[in-house]
């Protein structure tokens, strides 16, 4: 898999999960999701591990970079 | 961070499972765990995996933010409090934080790196000797004072105690096995800037070293007089915290000790805060004169707090120890004699004193008569496969943790700069 998309999803999975639980009936699902989620992301973080350390690669992953351009429009163009 | 997640995730079930059934916990509060647990996985990964150090400085802010409401999942007068010194003290060091990120932006403009990369940690690590060194340097001690109060560094560490003693288990777990390490992690990627900035005169690596071994001695002087076992773990953060600080300080061997160092410290600290958590549970207190004898009571719990604790004042042959031993090493081959005399001082005192804590916890006579508590394969493990790992590593490193470890300690020390580069050196 792309090695960005992994970067993408690192990041969305853990916050979807989150999301999910707030409207789940119970107590044992809203668990069963989170767990689902650090699983899932964990299950990926170890794909990007191998990337950076096999692979050598060293990227921004691409929520961040939306995230910095509205950062720097907000702080340098005031 | 994949480990102590996963399994603070697998405790955090066992846990708020058994606080539903008791009725601690409405399911509206789980709810709201679950959601605020996940969201500070997705802030604290982008933390870790940013490449720009103004995005990297959200994540950090956005971890306070989030975590700050898990402290406070049992609404409490105390957790309350324990909450708004949290907010209130890293806010502020987070503020700090954001003025050290600004004039690292303003030291790059006369390297021109061109303005929308001005904070990449790629492009600031390749212009490092042509940054202003004044304004790094100004920008390294506000760095170091914001990132270093959200990674609880002496003196800026007085929310740290309260929040890790109010919060539930399995979050006191995450933020002494991981929160902690991805504030000093954010310090950690400024050095290698800084040092070729201000000249390889090593002045960055004193100030962390100076605020390790502050962090060192206050903690062993707190250790000596606690009676709640969470804010005794917490003082153990402090110290343990002080100690990486102190090996990155160092340099050269000690970088490798110090990221060691990290990953013991946040798998045996997980650990103990677990078993606090379950004991804390079977007794309805966190008074260790009240949860005496807890190998009698729990015998898989009570083995699973007093090896960790063991493990924390780096007892052969945990890995803690191996890891501190380096440190040590790494002392002597410097001749920082000073910083050796201090760290051992501290190690000697947090030794006597959380010994002295251990041996009544798990065999003094119990507070009153109970029933012996059974546990469960999941607990088991919980408590014996971090157990298998400390020791493990303390006996034998695998090729492929010692190759990680020294590519990135390189890359501290800023020997060849990034990861990339470092392979293709290696090839």
């Not at chain 2, 600290?269 to 079977?282: D, N």
């Not at chain 2, 090493?329 to 005399?341: F, M, Q, R, T, Y």
Request: with cysteine; aromatic share 10%.
């Amino acid at each position: 898999m792309n090695y960005e998309i992994i970067l993408w999803l690192l990041v969305l999975v853990p916050a979807i999960s989150g999301l999910v639980c707030v409207v789940l009936p119970s107590h044992r699902t809203a668990l069963g999701i989170m767990c689902t989620g650090v699983f899932g992301a964990s299950l990926l973080g170890l794909t990007a591990v191998k990337s950076v350390l096999l692979e050598g690669r060293h990227h921004s992953p691409p929520p961040a970079g939306c995230l910095w351009m509205l950062f720097r429009h907000i702080i340098f163009s005031s | 961070m994949i480990i102590v997640f996963c399994l603070s995730s697998i405790y955090a079930c066992v846990y708020f499972t058994e606080e539903h059934s008791r009725g601690h916990l409405t399911l509206k509060q789980i709810r709201l765990f679950t959601a605020l647990w996940c969201e500070a996985l997705a802030a604290m990964t982008v933390v870790l995996l940013s490449n720009n150090l103004g995005i990297m400085w959200v994540g950090i802010e956005a971890t306070t933010l989030i975590t700050a409401f898990l402290i406070c999942v049992h609404v409490s007068r105390e957790s309350l409090e324990a909450m708004w010194k949290y907010i209130l003290i890293c806010s502020v060091g987070v503020a700090f934080a954001f003025m050290g990120t600004l004039l690292v932006a303003a030291s790059a403009k006369g390297a021109d790196p061109g303005s929308a990369n001005i904070l990449l940690w790629t492009t600031l690590n390749a212009n490092a000797a042509r940054l202003n060194p004044v304004l790094i340097k100004v920008a390294f001690i506000f760095l170091l004072v914001g990132y270093g109060t959200k990674a609880g560094l002496a003196p800026m560490h007085s929310w740290l105690p309260d929040a890790h003693s109010q919060a539930p288990a399995p979050v006191s777990a995450i933020f002494s096995g991981f929160m902690l390490n991805a504030a000093l992690y954010c310090i950690m990627r400024y050095v290698p800037i800084v040092e070729p900035a201000t000249g390889n005169t090593s002045w960055g690596l004193h100030l962390i070293a100076g605020l390790g071994l502050m962090s060192i001695i206050i903690a062993a002087v707190f250790i000596l007089f606690q009676t709640d076992l969470k804010r005794l773990l917490a003082y153990h953060s402090i110290e343990h915290l002080g100690i990486i600080a102190l090996g990155l300080g160092l340099g050269g061997l000690g970088t490798f000790a110090a990221l060691f160092h990290t990953f013991n410290h946040s798998l045996c600290k997980t650990l103990s805060f677990f078993a606090a958590g379950r004991l804390g549970q079977i007794f309805g207190s966190q008074d260790m004169e009240k949860m005496s004898g807890s190998l009698q009571v729990s015998p898989v719990w009570g083995t699973g707090i007093f090896c960790s604790i063991l493990a924390l004042i780096g007892i052969a042959p945990f890995a803690l120890f191996m890891s501190e031993f380096q440190l040590l090493k790494a002392a002597v081959d410097n001749k920082a004699i000073i910083s050796l005399v201090l760290f051992l001082l501290g190690a000697g005192v947090v030794f006597v004193g959380a010994l002295g804590h251990a041996i009544p916890l798990a065999w003094g006579k119990p507070h009153q008569a109970r029933q012996r508590i059974r546990t469960g394969t999941v607990e088991f493990m919980l408590v014996f496969a971090p157990l298998a790992v400390l020791l493990l590593l303390g006996l034998w490193m695998p090729e492929t943790v010692s190759n990680a470890l020294n590519t990135a300690a390189d890359i501290i020390r800023h020997k060849g700069g990034t990861a990339v580069s470092l392979m293709e050196a290696k090839q």
